[in-house]
């Protein structure tokens, strides 16, 4: 945004003033002024933008070693964890109770085919 079309606040706020109240601090602190003289030092170059330049001090913070973050939060496994002893025995037991209802279905199916293929094999031996 250029000068003219920038709102006064904008303006004081962007050169380092500060607000007090209803009063405009210049950026060095030595005036108080009201928003319109504030503007019109500005314009003139009587008051020069910019302010007090802040420097963070260095709190020491550092990235952690390689190692200690490896430590508090390992890399994913590779592949699907080992499921737990209980999960094992449980499926066991539903493995064992499956093939036991399921044993009879199987017995009637392999007769029933047998039957077909004997069948589909005297038809054949008559036929030819």
Same mark, same amino acid.
């Given at each position: ?6 709102s006064?606040?904008?303006? =004081?706020?962007a ?5 007090? =109240? ?5 950026p ?13 030092? =500005?314009? *003139? ?17 550092r990235?952690?070693p390689?190692?200690l973050?490896?430590? !508090?939060?390992p &890399?994913p496994a590779?592949?699907?964890?080992? &499921? &737990?002893a209980?999960?094992?025995a449980?499926?066991?037991? !539903?493995a ?6 399921l044993?009879?279905? !199987? ?6 085919? =047998?039957? *077909?293929? *004997?069948?589909?094999?005297?038809r ?5």
């Open positions: 945004m250029t000068a003219a079309t920038e006064p606040e904008s303006r =004081l706020y050169a380092g003033f500060t607000r007090q =109240l209803e009063w405009w601090v210049a060095d602190g030595s005036r108080v002024l009201h928003m319109a003289d504030a503007i019109a030092g =500005l314009d *003139r170059g009587e008051i020069q933008p910019g302010g007090p330049v802040v420097q963070v001090p260095d709190a020491g913070v990235a952690f390689d190692d973050v490896e430590r !508090i939060c &890399p590779t592949g699907p964890p080992e &499921p &737990p209980w999960l094992l449980q499926a066991e037991v !539903i064992q109770a499956t093939v036991a209802k044993r009879p279905v !199987i017995r009637a199916e392999v007769r029933e085919a =047998l039957r *077909r293929e *004997r069948a589909n094999a005297a054949r031996a008559t036929s030819s």
